[in-house]
Nanobody, 124 residues
Framework: QVQLVESGGGLVEAGGPLRLSCAAS????????MGWFRQAPGKEREFVAA????????YYTDSVRGRFTISRDNAKNTGYLQMNSLKPEDTAIYYC?????????????????WGQGTQVTVSS
């Protein structure tokens, strides 16, 4: 079992930054990839970014590439999502998730454990 706790969400003006954290505990040695997803009201949960824990290889959805940066601190078992130049359309609940094996990183069905989510609201 892996437990995930997100933090860092809040209200920010358009163009501003926000940094999300995802602290992992439990069987963290089984973590292969950490991903961030988001879900806006009335929409499906969508992939935002992912990082392969050991290699630090990163992946991004097109709408955030160049604005968001995913990273991880192995010693702290914590992942981060630095979000810059935020837009109102980035408003959503953001979830971190981990999966134990190689494979597709943008399919939420492939992830084994999820955090409770943190709200990000970007005002125009």
């Amino acid at each position: 079992q892996v437990q995930l706790v997100e933090s860092g969400g809040g209200l920010v003006e358009a163009g501003g930054p926000l940094r999300l954290s995802c602290a992992a505990s439990g069987r963290t040695s089984s973590t292969h990839t950490m991903g961030w997803f988001r879900q806006a009201p009335g929409k499906e949960r969508e992939f935002v970014a992912a990082v392969v824990w050991r290699s630090e290889l990163t992946y991004y959805t097109d709408s955030v590439r160049g604005r968001f940066t995913i990273s991880r601190d192995n010693a702290k078992n914590t992942g981060y999502l630095q979000m810059n130049s935020l837009k109102p359309e980035d408003t959503a609940i953001y979830y971190c998730a981990v999966k134990a094996f190689l494979g597709v990183v943008d399919d939420r069905r492939k992830y084994d454990y999820w955090g409770q989510g943190t709200q990000v609201t970007v005002s125009s």
